[in-house]
């Protein structure tokens, strides 16, 4: 059993940029460790399969107000007011049980595997839209930049239908959530909280007033045994949705073709085998995983975990980039389309694994079947060294992809 370290591992931009060696490393060498994030947030580190899953069903690691306390820590005063919208506060990823419990069923009953299976014509029909514009606006060398022409507008517009934002607002909407991920001030994460919040205020009240075919409609309406999911309940709500159902989807999508164009053999198994589309995305999923760390939690007491004693009070997050690389699974470094896609943990688990990930799946088998279909070709026109990540140590997403079409 080993106690916290004197001084923390520093980890720098090579956290984001060569984000699986670094992960690699830290996991060889211990499981759990006490690091400072880019951006200066001190957290106990966990990077091993078991322990991740071990974290993330244990009540002694707390998610309750755990933004407040976050928020607390980088003022450093006990009494701080957040800088972040009330509003927010009443998320899942915020919430312990029963109080998670109330609300993740009552979101449940609206956002469900079955409410996702009949989006797929429309998913189809956004995509083969999006492919349209992409053909016929190419440069004559075939080249495209798939982020911001495909990858990008695909999840953004079948999440803002599905919670029924207009397209009007869409802008403005999706810039607030990339501000909220990002790993920027937090004044700016602040001050888009107060924008999204604001405005989803509005919005809930208008449907609930007037009530459309969509998401956010339903769950104004939802109700069990008479209990309803209040305003900030519903604001939070949506907010989540939309960060999970967006940006996750985004990273899936360009980095699951990167990887795709970087394994030529496993390009070409896909094209033979199109039934292979699930497994191709369970395996995507977990080869480049999309999130990279977990929402925040803090421990209640004393913990020990993988060896190491984490104590009362301390930030934990968990790397599920780094778990779904580690020997849990044979030859973890390769791609393989063929790999049983059980067990990893790009969606999390526990009980704040991921609602959106039916949602997630078939948008991902959408996006590269449909794409695979449309172009027989598909090749990186760029050297793969000069790509970049984004900067954000929660989510692992490309910041460009030019890939050239034929």
Same mark, same amino acid.
């Given at each position: 059993m080993t106690t916290i370290p004197v001084e923390p591992m520093v980890l720098g931009d090579d956290f984001i940029q060569e984000a699986h060696r670094v992960a690699a490393d830290m996991r060889q060498s211990t499981p759990v460790r006490f690091v400072v994030l880019p951006g200066g947030f001190p957290v106990w580190l966990? *990077? =091993?399969? #078991? &322990? #991740? /899953? #071990?974290?993330? *069903?244990d009540p002694r690691f707390s998610s309750h107000r755990v933004y407040d306390r976050l928020e607390r820590l980088r003022l450093g005063d006990d009494n701080a007011e957040s800088?972040?919208?009330?509003?927010l506060a009443e998320n899942l990823l915020n919430l312990d049980p029963p109080n998670h419990t109330r609300l993740r069923k009552l979101?449940?009953?609206?956002?469900t595997t079955g409410s996702v299976a009949p989006l797929r014509p429309r998913i189809e029909q956004i995509t083969d839209e999006l492919l349209d514009e992409m053909a016929a606006t190419m440069a004559a060398d075939g080249v495209v930049e798939l982020l911001t022409d495909y990858a990008y507008p695909l999840p953004i517009r079948v999440?803002? &239908?599905l919670l029924g934002i207009p397209a009007t607002d869409r802008k403005d909407f999706i810039g607030w959530s990339r501000t909220m991920v990002a790993t920027t001030t937090p004044e700016e994460i602040g001050a888009a909280s107060m924008h999204m919040a604001g405005y989803l205020r509005t919005l809930v009240e208008a449907k609930r007033h007037d009530p459309g075919d969509d998401l956010l409609s339903r769950l104004v309406h939802v109700s069990e045994d008479g209990d309803r999911i209040t305003v900030p309940e519903l604001i939070s709500t949506a907010v989540v949705l939309l960060t999970g159902g967006f940006e996750t989807t985004v990273n899936l999508i360009s980095s699951g073709l990167l990887a795709l164009v970087r394994h030529p053999d496993q390009l070409r $198994? $896909? /094209?033979d085998q199109p039934t292979l589309l699930p497994q191709a995305v369970e395996e995507l999923l977990r080869y480049e995983t999309p999130n990279n760390l977990s929402s925040p939690r803090y421990t209640t007491e004393p913990v020990e975990l993988g060896g190491? *004693?984490?104590? #009362? =009070?301390?930030?934990v997050m968990v790397s599920w980039l780094a778990a779904n690389r580690s020997e849990r699974f044979a030859e973890p470094d390769r791609l393989d389309l063929t790999r049983p896609g059980t067990g990893h943990l790009a969606f999390g688990h526990g009980i704040h694994r991921c609602l959106g990930a039916p949602l997630a799946r078939l948008e991902g088998e959408i996006a590269f079947g449909r794409l695979l279909d449309r172009f027989g070709h598909i090749e990186l026109a760029a050297d793969p060294e000069t790509l970049r990540w984004r900067y954000s140590t929660a989510m692992h997403g490309l910041e460009t992809l030019p890939v050239r079409l034929s």
């Amino acid at each position: 059993m080993t106690t916290i370290p004197v001084e923390p591992m520093v980890l720098g931009d090579d956290f984001i940029q060569e984000a699986h060696r670094v992960a690699a490393d830290m996991r060889q060498s211990t499981p759990v460790r006490f690091v400072v994030l880019p951006g200066g947030f001190p957290v106990w580190l966990i *990077t =091993g399969y #078991a &322990e #991740a /899953r #071990a974290a993330m *069903t244990d009540p002694r690691f707390s998610s309750h107000r755990v933004y407040d306390r976050l928020e607390r820590l980088r003022l450093g005063d006990d009494n701080a007011e957040s800088q972040f919208s009330p509003d927010l506060a009443e998320n899942l990823l915020n919430l312990d049980p029963p109080n998670h419990t109330r609300l993740r069923k009552l979101v449940a009953k609206v956002f469900t595997t079955g409410s996702v299976a009949p989006l797929r014509p429309r998913i189809e029909q956004i995509t083969d839209e999006l492919l349209d514009e992409m053909a016929a606006t190419m440069a004559a060398d075939g080249v495209v930049e798939l982020l911001t022409d495909y990858a990008y507008p695909l999840p953004i517009r079948v999440i803002c &239908e599905l919670l029924g934002i207009p397209a009007t607002d869409r802008k403005d909407f999706i810039g607030w959530s990339r501000t909220m991920v990002a790993t920027t001030t937090p004044e700016e994460i602040g001050a888009a909280s107060m924008h999204m919040a604001g405005y989803l205020r509005t919005l809930v009240e208008a449907k609930r007033h007037d009530p459309g075919d969509d998401l956010l409609s339903r769950l104004v309406h939802v109700s069990e045994d008479g209990d309803r999911i209040t305003v900030p309940e519903l604001i939070s709500t949506a907010v989540v949705l939309l960060t999970g159902g967006f940006e996750t989807t985004v990273n899936l999508i360009s980095s699951g073709l990167l990887a795709l164009v970087r394994h030529p053999d496993q390009l070409r $198994l $896909l /094209r033979d085998q199109p039934t292979l589309l699930p497994q191709a995305v369970e395996e995507l999923l977990r080869y480049e995983t999309p999130n990279n760390l977990s929402s925040p939690r803090y421990t209640t007491e004393p913990v020990e975990l993988g060896g190491i *004693t984490i104590p #009362a =009070g301390h930030f934990v997050m968990v790397s599920w980039l780094a778990a779904n690389r580690s020997e849990r699974f044979a030859e973890p470094d390769r791609l393989d389309l063929t790999r049983p896609g059980t067990g990893h943990l790009a969606f999390g688990h526990g009980i704040h694994r991921c609602l959106g990930a039916p949602l997630a799946r078939l948008e991902g088998e959408i996006a590269f079947g449909r794409l695979l279909d449309r172009f027989g070709h598909i090749e990186l026109a760029a050297d793969p060294e000069t790509l970049r990540w984004r900067y954000s140590t929660a989510m692992h997403g490309l910041e460009t992809l030019p890939v050239r079409l034929s």
